[in-house]
């Protein structure tokens, strides 16, 4: 473990650790590694998904309805 990290106390559904635990055993992998990785991609989504926010904020808005109706018409849907 490196002298960077944090420790934390995170409680987990019994069926998320024990499936946690088996995969641990299974790929040699920390519990901790584990973990890590899997917040650290949660934390790269949201920052794509808030990126393409800001990238469309200045996109025109258009109401429920009207987007509805034009696919309609379209023969989308």
Known sequence: ??????R???????????ALRIKSAETSQSMSKM???AVQQALAE???DLMVFEERAGEPLIA?????K????????
């Open 1 to 6: 473990m490196s002298l960077l990290t944090k």
């Open 8 to 18: 934390a106390t995170v409680y987990l559904d019994p069926v998320l650790h024990k």
């Open 35 to 37: 973990i890590n990785k």
């Open 46 to 48: 949201d920052a794509e």
């Open 64 to 68: 429920f309805e009207t987007f509805l």
């Open 70 to 77: 034009e696919l309609k018409s379209d023969g989308r849907i």
